[in-house]
Every structure is written in C-alpha cells, then in structure tokens.
C-alpha cells in the first residue's frame, strides 16, 4: 500500500508540474504576442505621414499668392472650366477635392481688361450734338458782302440774305456768288421806308414783286423768302399778312435780334449769346437778324466761332420750312 500511495502522490506532482509549466508557458506567449503588437503599431504610424502627403492632390494650392479658393465670392464659380488633371488612383481611400475655376475679380481677368483698353486707345470726350441755327443778312448787298462770303467760308457756314432792290442792281457779282455758294437769298423791298412800303396791300406786294424779278434777272432763282422792313410788327396788318400769302410769299422774322444796328461793335455778339442762352422756344428754328455793315463783318468771327464751339450748324433757310414771325 506503502509503494501505491507514493507512486500516486509521484504522479500528482509531476501533473502539477506540468500545469505550472503550461500556465508559464501561457503567459510567456501572451506577452510575446502583445510585444509584437506593439512594435508593428509603433513602426506603421511613420509610414502614414509619409505616404499621406504624396497622394494628396495638388488642387487647393491658391490661384496666386493672395487669392485662395476658399476666399472666392460666392457665385463666381465657372462651371465650364473643369479640373484640368485627375488625382491618380491609389490603394487608399481619398478626397477629391472641389474643381477650381478662377474668378471673375481676380487680377489676371483685369490685366485682361487692361490691355484691351490700352488696345483701343484713349477715349476721345464726345463733340457736342450738332443744332441747326440761321443767320440772317439784311439790308444788302453792301460793299463787304463778299467779304461776309469768304468769311463764312472758311466755317463751312450758310446763310440767307434779305436784299433790296436798289443795292442787287449795284452789287450784281456780290448775289451771284452768293447763290453759286448755296446760300439763301431772299426780298427786303426797294425803299426801306415804312411810310412808302406799308401803304397799303399794294404797295407791300409791288415791291416785294420788283425785287424778285430783279433777282431771277440775274440769278435765274426765283425766291419766296421775304422780310419786311423793321419785321411784320406792328406794321403788317392782317390784310397785309392774307395778301403776300395768297401772292406765294413765305414771310420771315426772327427770334433773336442781334442789335448790331444800335451797337455797332462786339457788343451785339454778347446779346446774341444772351439772348440764345435764354430762348425757350424749342420748337422753332433759331433765326439771328444781323446786318450787312462793316461793323458786323469786323466781329462776326467771335460769334461764329462761339456758335460753333456749341456744336451749331449753320443752315440755309428754304421754302419747305415754316416761318417764324413776330406777334
């Protein structure tokens, strides 16, 4: 019994032994695998930041130094420029980033713009819009008509001329040129007398009458433009008025009364001008009565060249336009 027993408590060690040796062998496996766990996680992290920035596209660099695609103002994104280069695939997932496109406001689109204004050139200040404005020569010709002509030469300039009968017969050259010239000429009377022209309806037509032969004897124009002696008021009654209506004729006054009858020097040009700037009659033609006299020839320059610096255009009156007549 002796013998059994002991081999029995032999065996109970030698199974505890190996217990104890299974379990230390446990323990030594588990902390070699945790080791090994470890290390291979502490190895992998270098390799993240290092292969992360290679793959990541290089679309959100900024357009240029100062303007990035995250300050663009909202709603300027040109849907018709996409990305130009595709991220190339990889093994790892990614972010496509959004397309960039440039912007409207940035400084290459105003270079653009820059060049095509230094392309076309500076802007020239626009003239000023062209108006039409009559002068109007009474009394002549004179002995300075052809000098009056040549002046208004060199404006490009047309007049009309209201002549009397006696001072045609003197001046004949002065008229041809005149119409040769495309000027306007027109019938003041023969005696500038209101006491003899205003007589009576007769008297109104007989000389208007006169003067006109007179004028399509030398010129072969045969015009309808009058202008009574001192204007149509007070003088020229209704009457008056009916009869050189029914005859054909197309009476003229005017709305600006240069003076230089009274004047006599540069001062009309400064009524002419004054007058002019208050004329509210928009819908009529500005007519200028001025003289044939030296005096109106030596500063008529100054107004043409104010009428002109206004953007005037010096007509003609014709037989197509509506007269203007004082009340």
Known sequence: MSDTKKMGKGNIVKIIALFGFIVLLLFYSFFLLKSKFFLEADASEPIVEVVAPVETPEKNEPIDDDLKVDDQPKGTIDEEKPTEEEPAPTTETTVEPAPVTMNPATPEVDDEQEADEEQDGPKETP?????AVYLTFDD????????????LD??????????LDNNIKHYPDAVKEMVSKGHSVGLHGVTHDKNKFYQSSNSVLGEMDQTQQTILELTGIETDLIRTPFGSSPYMTDAYKNAVDTAGYKMWDWNIDSRDWQFRDSRYVDSVIDQLNKLNRVNEPIVILLHERPETLEHLPKLLDYLKGQGYEFKALDSTMHPIQLF
């Open 154 to 163: 060199q404006y490009d300039a047309l007049a009309t001329f209201f002549m």
């Open 127 to 131: 003239a000023p819009p062209s108006r």
């Open 140 to 151: 002549g010709p004179h002995k300075v008509s052809k000098d009056i002509l040549a002046l």
